[in-house]
């Protein structure tokens, strides 16, 4: 059952897909109340929009900042999250630096906070942020500092982005680099910090999962997603997507060789599909996953039934209470939203 991000709740199609405006690299939200946020970019503008009505609809657009040289394409994008104390919306920019951004108790968007204690070290741009739904957030990116080979590095800020740690190498590759060009992703639960990044390990790209106890001030040893490798000369530009359940279980999918696996860590690894630019999120117990085939975004739903929502890429998931996922993707620089019901 599909239902229309721009109507009450009711079934419907994939004609009922609500185009929000202008847009690119959306990331999605949720915050105590029950309000979705979007962040996205159009040009250097860093954009924020809020769905009071549980992605049924979307506010008009407020601009967070004019960041000169943003990064919002080819999964280069900006990243939002809710914490006690309100919004942070973190974003790289193409000189290889990352800011952080803090919206106050009065809606207003503080001024930027450079995340990046090194000039010109993310130059690849990617960047990702999760919290603990408290103060806590964690950044992570691909960096090129001492060596100029690519790093995974990472940030703690223990104030909902207003100020942020000592960056910290969270894992160096043996074999000179991880996979230059694939979007490292983070999640957080309680004291628990997971990474997941693409490696590149002897020609071969895999995603591998690093874990931290202690809110990410340490980490222990990465390990290896999913039972075969992919020899590749060359990066895929897809990084897959983590969360963590409700059980504080890390949850991961991920694309190798063009077919979409879903994997926890100690199991098996599950194929789900085909294509690229994957992703996931829970609804309550539920897991959804989304991902581009064929230049459609398709939803996998917990009940095995595949669902293709329109053209477009780069497909980003957030569950509305324990019934429903809100898909936001990108068409033609147009940002497309459908509710869908589970």
Not at 189 to 215: P, Q, T
Not at 288 to 306: F, R
């Amino acid at each position: 059952m599909f239902i229309a991000a721009g109507s009450p709740f009711k079934s419907g199609t994939a004609k009922d897909v609500f185009v929000i405006g202008p847009g690119q690299m959306p990331a999605l939200t949720g915050d105590s109340k029950g309000d979705i946020h979007l962040v996205y970019g159009i040009g250097d503008s860093l954009l924020h929009r809020t769905s009071t009505n549980k992605g049924q609809s979307f506010n008009d657009s407020r601009l967070i900042a004019k960041l000169p040289g943003l990064n919002a394409s080819a999964t280069r994008g900006p990243q939002i999250v809710a914490t006690s104390t309100g919004l942070c919306v973190v974003a790289s920019t193409g000189a290889g630096s990352i800011y952080s951004y803090v919206q106050d108790a009065n809606g207003k968007w503080r001024e930027r906070v450079k995340i990046t204690d090194r000039d010109s070290v993310d130059l690849e741009g990617f960047v990702a942020l999760a919290g603990d739904d408290q103060s806590s957030l964690f950044a992570v990116w691909l960096d090129l500092r001492q060596t100029g080979q690519n790093k995974i590095y990472g940030a703690r800020s223990s104030n909902g982005g207003k100020s942020w740690s000592e960056n910290m190498m969270v894992y160096t590759s043996p074999d000179t680099t991880v996979c230059q060009c694939c979007k490292p992703s983070v999640a957080v639960s309680g004291n628990h910090v997971y990474v997941m990044f693409r490696n590149w390990l002897r020609g071969k790209r895999d995603l591998y999962l690093i874990e931290s106890a202690d809110k990410g001030r340490t980490f222990g040893i990465a390990q290896k997603l999913g039972n075969d490798s992919w020899a590749l000369n060359g990066c895929p530009m897809d990084g897959g997507g983590l969360v963590v359940n409700k059980k504080g279980q890390p949850l991961t999918v991920w694309n190798r060789e063009g077919t979409i696996y879903s994997c926890e860590p100690g199991k098996p690894e599950r194929a789900v599909g085909q294509g690229r630019s994957c992703t996931m999120t829970t609804a309550g117990s539920k897991n959804v996953y989304a991902w581009v085939e064929n230049k459609q975004v398709v939803l996998l739903l917990p009940d095995g039934m595949k669902k293709m929502l329109g053209s477009g890429q780069l497909p980003v998931l957030k569950g509305v209470g324990d019934d429903h996922v809100l898909c936001v993707w990108e068409n033609d620089k147009q940002l497309h939203s459908l509710m869908v019901s589970l």
